[in-house]
């Protein structure tokens, strides 16, 4: 896909993501290509929704973002309200969404301006509610925990009221959905519904509602499965409910899910991928669907999705396997594929090891020293 112009995504607080944001920016003006920061901010500025930082970055038909999977989902809520491809250059410290290491920064634009990457798509999760979510004056300043400003409520579709199904909402969420409690001393009391049937009524500290490239994430921390991101799936997940079910639920992905606040419930706080969007009152609802959008994220190479899953966790082998020896990485025979096997997703080859970093990624005495800093 020739590349016209870029949105360019930096984790300001990581002195490794500022300089391979000037690797970039260079790599734009030796090709002509327009490149644009978006989602930036300080302190005392407002956040713009999805829709204002697309027109503000003229519409980029690639967004890079240079960070961990935090910065990589604050790229693809833009993104994806353009049909954008997104491209994540890996600086966390977990990496499931992020693609390419920072020393290949320049080859991987090349490869996407050339036609040499591929684009995979994941599913995302849209929303509808019982009414426009607000933010009340004064929990912002409380639950942003210094993080920075938070994003506005999403605004209403143009589709707008749907006669007892509420307002369509301008929601584009890659991870999840979360409606949790407001009040320590209080859980949040939910009537949850699937697919228009009444699973069962939650008292909880939080409700999740994952796709399955969330399902590695705050689901997962609750005790959630993990879902391979090439199915169709919704997964609810309660976090520390009051009741003896406690397990999640694996819903076809045409499946609704609604969450509705019951009368002596507490208020409950929506997030979006772990941004806080409004606030809703007893006796208010939610519905979660999967969206008929797609998010396109950049792939350079097959992705061993199981292979980083043990990696990223540090995965280890059971004590009582140390007599059998360490397994192969890999179980699969040299032979050629069989034609009715030819179908199955098989692992990538192995890769050749890494080169050593470019001297983009290479920070100075003073950075280095900030780094340490925590800064």
């Known amino acids: 896909m020739p590349i016209s112009r870029i949105g360019l995504v930096v984790h300001e607080g990581r002195p490794l993501a500022v300089q391979a944001a000037e690797v970039v920016r260079a790599w734009c003006r030796e090709h002509d290509i327009g490149c644009t920061d978006i989602d930036v901010w300080n302190q005392h500025q407002d956040r713009r929704g999805g829709m204002d930082e697309l027109h503000h970055a003229g519409n980029p038909d690639l967004v890079v973002t240079l960070g961990g999977d935090g910065t990589f989902l ?144 705050y689901s997962f921390a609750a005790g959630g499965p993990i879902l391979s991101p090439n199915t169709e799936a919704i997964v609810f ?41 409004g606030v809703l009152d007893p006796g208010d609802w939610i519905g979660v669907y999967g969206s008929p959008r797609r998010l396109r994220l950049v792939r350079l190479r097959p992705t061993d999705f199981y292979g980083r899953l043990r990696d990223r966790f540090r995965l280890t082998d059971a004590p009582a396997t140390a007599l059998d020896g360490e397994s192969d990485p890999t179980w699969i025979p040299d032979s050629p594929v069989p034609p009715d096997l030819a179908h199955l997703r098989l692992p990538p080859p192995r890769r050749e090891p890494e080169p050593p970093p470019s001297p983009a990624c290479e920070l100075d005495e003073q950075d280095e020293e900030t780094v340490e800093r925590g800064s």
Request: some cysteine; hydrophobic content about 45%.
């Open 74 to 217: 604050r790229g693809a809520r833009i993104a994806a309200k353009n049909d954008a491809a997104v491209l994540g250059v890996d600086l966390g410290k977990v990496g499931f969404l992020t693609e390419v290491a920072c020393s290949d920064v320049e080859a991987a634009l090349e490869a996407v301006h050339n036609g040499g990457a591929t684009i995979e798509q994941r599913m995302t999760l849209t929303m509808r509610a019982s009414r426009k979510l607000e933010i009340p004056a004064g929990i912002e300043s409380l639950l942003r925990y210094g993080h920075g400003p938070s994003l506005p409520p999403p605004a209403v579709r143009p589709d707008g009221d749907g006669d007892g199904w509420g307002v369509a909402l301008d929601v584009t969420a890659l991870n999840d959905v979360v409606l949790e409690k407001l009040a320590r001393d209080h859980q949040v009391a939910l009537g949850v519904y699937l697919s228009g049937r009444l699973l069962a009524s939650y008292s909880a500290d939080a409700v999740i509602v994952a796709t399955p490239t969330g399902s590695t994430a």
């Open 237 to 277: 997940t309660p976090v520390a409910p009051h009741m003896t079910f406690n397990r999640s639920v694996v819903a076809a992905p045409d499946e609704p899910v609604s969450l509705r606040v019951l009368p002596h419930s507490g208020q409950a706080a929506v997030s979006i991928d772990g941004q806080l969007r």
